[in-house]
């Protein structure tokens, strides 16, 4: 009987292509099957390091269903790398269900680590984090983002968030009504042609941000409170 496989979940880049490591690339090559949560932003990472590799389309609608078949795959001994369009895996991402499943069967998994959005921000905040907490993308309902905010305004470290362009100033808007005008760092595009840094309290940033076009995704980070 054949040992079993390996999942590789693989960081790749949140935007510049230079930001991945020589292993995952190696990685990439080298294993059965790559699990890709876009296969366009795939096909470009491997177009342009001349990575030649099959491609599974997996997303968090349908990664419950997909990862019976790669853990069958896993179990025949064939090697699965698992990337996200952006940044490394099951944080905000896909990939949860199908590493938990693996964990369940025994099957190992490696971590191949690189470019994540949140070490990014956090290396630049500016904001004495050597303690914070990942919320990650608050919810679409106002209500529950309301009372998530709530929940999360008597911590005493710095919250790092994500938010789409579409509700990035209405989201700052009630950081301000919930928790105050606090300071804060926002980058948008991290690591690409237009990446901009917003930095100082919750209600400057939102007046910065209120005349610019949005594009892209925002992170930011706002400081923990100081009750």
């Known amino acids: 009987m054949d040992s079993q496989g390996i999942l590789y979940v ?3 880049p949140i935007g510049n292509l230079g930001d991945i490591t020589l292993r995952a690339i190696d990685v990439l090559k080298e294993v059965d ?3 890709a949560e876009s296969t366009s932003r795939a096909l470009k990472l491997f177009n342009h390091y001349g990575i030649k590799n099959a491609i ?3 997303s968090s609608y349908n990664e419950e269903r997909r990862s019976a078949g790669i853990i069958r795959s896993l179990k025949a001994g064939r090697k699965v790398a698992i ?3 952006a940044g490394t895996p099951c944080i905000s991402d896909p990939g949860s269900i199908l590493v938990s499943k693996c964990v369940a069967e025994d099957i190992e998994v490696r971590a191949i680590p690189g470019a994540s959005a ?3 921000l956090v290396s ?3 904001l004495f984090a050597d303690r914070f907490i990942f919320y990650g993308f608050l919810p679409l309902k106002k209500g529950k983002r309301k009372r ?3 929940e999360l305004s008597s911590f005493p470290y ?3 968030f994500y938010e789409s362009p579409r509700r990035i100033e209405e989201t700052l808007g009630y950081v301000l009504d919930i928790m105050g005008d606090r300071r804060m760092v926002a980058v948008k595009e991290m690591t690409k042609l237009f990446e901009r840094t917003y930095r100082g309290t919750v209600s400057e940033v939102i007046e910065e941000l209120s005349g610019e076009e949005k594009r892209g995704e925002y992170a930011f980070m706002v400081a923990g409170s100081e009750r």
Do not use: K, N
């Open 83 to 85: 990337i996200t369009a």
């Open 118 to 120: 949140v070490s990014a």
């Open 33 to 35: 099957l790559v699990v």
């Open 124 to 126: 630049v905040s500016g």
């Open 56 to 58: 599974l389309g997996i």
């Open 10 to 12: 693989i960081a790749t």
């Open 148 to 150: 998530a905010l709530e």
């Open 158 to 160: 710095p919250i790092v």
